[in-house]
């Protein structure tokens, strides 16, 4: 007998894009559990046993990300342009990345809730349109949870978000949603963490891009500070003091 998760969804829309977006990483060769059904708003996954993400599995998550990141790239996003709407084979018609982001960061940074942001608004915005004729790869929210460290594989999880964005975009939001989970990330282990990426990225994200964009997951993760498992703030986990 076949053990089963069973995944809820608000609506019959969300439930459809993410089996759209479990086929598509599935096809970039991105390991997923399987899905068993697709009901009106529930999702059924194959049960696996394994545990989530700790800071010692960064490497080896960070070299999965750059090898579908790059993946993702040759099949579809080589064509996408960042600070234009993208349409995903099979997916649909995704936001653009400048326009969705800055949106949200100006939403966020008006709130006064960021503790210690490194950025102004303005300089937040900057960076994120400063990505507009990056090449692209994806964000699918890499956080410690949505990866399973199983006995023999990495097993990505949590289909619901699915977006083109640099290269190093989405490496950032696992280190930065890390340490707020598990608090400072050993010396050393954020370089070990690019650089296991950077050897499966065909686009390498050099260190200062990449705090850019740690910076950028600070202010949108902020609003969760509390929830989800992140107990730690960023603005007192960031390596170095930045200066805006």
Same mark, same amino acid.
């Given at each position: ?43 059924? #996954? ?43 084979? $099979?997916? $649909?018609?995704?936001?653009? &990345? ?13 709130? *006064? ?24 790869? #994806? ?7 949505? &990866? ?10 949590? &289909? ?48 200062? *891009? ?35």
């Amino acid at each position: 007998m076949t053990v089963r998760f069973t995944k809820p969804y608000r609506t019959a829309a969300a439930a459809s894009r993410a089996v759209a977006h479990h086929t598509w990483l599935d096809g970039l060769g991105m390991p997923v559990p399987h899905l068993i059904a697709h009901h009106p708003q529930a999702l059924e #996954f194959q049960h696996l046993t394994g545990r989530h993400a700790l800071p010692r599995d960064l490497p080896a998550v960070a070299r999965l990300l750059g090898q579908t990141h790059t993946a993702a790239h040759r099949a579809a996003l080589h064509a996408a342009h960042l600070d234009h709407d993208f349409d995903l084979p $099979g997916i $649909g018609t995704t936001a653009a &990345f400048t326009s969705s982001r800055t949106a949200r960061v100006r939403q966020v940074m008006a709130s *006064r809730s960021v503790p210690g942001p490194a950025f102004t608004t303005d300089q937040a915005v900057h960076v994120i349109e400063s990505a507009a004729d990056e090449p692209a790869a #994806f964000y699918k929210d890499s956080n410690p949870r949505n &990866f399973l460290i199983t006995p023999t594989t990495i097993t990505a999880l949590d &289909f619901d978000d699915l977006t083109p964005a640099p290269f190093g975009y989405d490496l950032a939001k696992l280190l930065v949603t890390t340490a707020m989970t598990h608090g400072p990330l050993p010396p050393g282990l954020t370089t070990e963490a690019l650089a296991a990426y950077n050897q499966t990225a065909q686009y390498p994200c050099n260190p200062a *891009r990449l705090a850019d964009w740690m910076e950028i997951h600070h202010i949108l993760t902020s609003p969760y500070l509390g929830r989800n498992g992140y107990s730690h703030s960023w603005h007192t986990l960031r390596p170095i003091e930045r200066t805006p």
